[in-house]
């Protein structure tokens, strides 16, 4: 089975040789690497992208690039479009740093990513860091995407505790887009998040409610280092599918085919 992961950060110097080695051993074809975290220099950022481009770069087939990037930042809106024009990323990471998605401030920096037809994954959900930054991660603040219909984004971590309330958004968004499967914006990923207790549960929801073209396998990964947890957030979930009674077709589609949908190789 093809196994893609949408969700991997850069936490220091690698290079793809050996994100290739890791990912070969636990059979991982394709991963999602997201550039290390800055909050409050743009400069900073731009190194941070350079560094994670020297990595997908080498192996643009197998390692697509995720530029992580705070709006709020003065001159981010244009750093977020040279990184999807010019270095080669092929959508964003973005965590609402003690901002809401909705705040007009944010508009002009929608606006743009709009025009460029940009796919965003968003931290959603707890968050264990940034202070006391939760609440400002929870999904129902996305829904002021669908007025920028052109723009396409994934809740990471179910959203978990707001399991619920992420698929709510996902309802929302899909009946903004006239249910045209086409125009539909919202995802999710599966990276935990969800405990053990609700895991299967959070799984089986999503699915009914969503259908696997909207869901794609995630683990929170690191390089260099922890890609070794693969294998565990694997087999657990490929072992929840058997038990849904999920075809092999749509496990696939859940482990694979969504991400290279919303996060298409750029090389």
Request: hydrophobic share 45%.
């Amino acid at each position: 089975m093809r196994i893609v992961d949408c969700h991997v950060h850069l936490t220091g110097p690698t290079d793809a040789a050996e994100a290739l080695q890791q990912m070969d051993a636990l059979g991982v074809q394709r991963i999602m690497l997201i550039s290390e975290t800055e909050r409050v220099s743009l400069q900073k950022t731009r190194e941070n992208l350079l560094a994670a481009k020297k990595v997908f770069d080498g192996a643009p087939d197998r390692i697509s690039g995720l530029a992580w990037v705070n709006p709020v930042i003065p001159g981010m809106a244009a750093l977020a479009e040279e990184a999807l024009t010019e270095m080669g990323f092929t959508g964003l990471k973005i965590i609402p740093d003690h901002w809401y998605a909705y705040e007009e401030r944010l508009e002009p920096f929608w606006e743009r990513m709009h025009a460029l037809k940009a796919c965003i994954l968003f931290h959603t959900g707890i968050l264990y860091g940034y202070d006391d930054g939760s609440r400002f991660c929870r999904p129902l603040w996305l829904e002021k995407l669908l007025h920028y219909p052109n723009i396409r984004f994934a809740m990471a971590h179910i959203s978990w505790p707001w399991c619920e309330e992420a698929l709510a958004v996902m309802g929302r968004m899909r009946a903004a887009a006239g249910y045209d499967k086409a125009r539909w914006q919202s995802y999710i990923d599966t990276t935990r998040g969800t405990p053990p207790h609700i895991r299967k549960a959070a799984l089986a929801n999503a699915i009914e409610f969503c259908g696997p073209e909207r869901i794609m396998f995630g683990t929170d990964g690191c390089l260099p280092g922890r890609l070794a947890g693969q294998k565990w957030h694997i087999e657990t979930d490929l072992a929840i599918f058997d038990e849904l009674g999920l075809t092999a077709a749509q496990q696939e589609r859940l482990m694979a085919g969504t991400a290279d949908e919303l996060f298409p190789p750029k090389g």
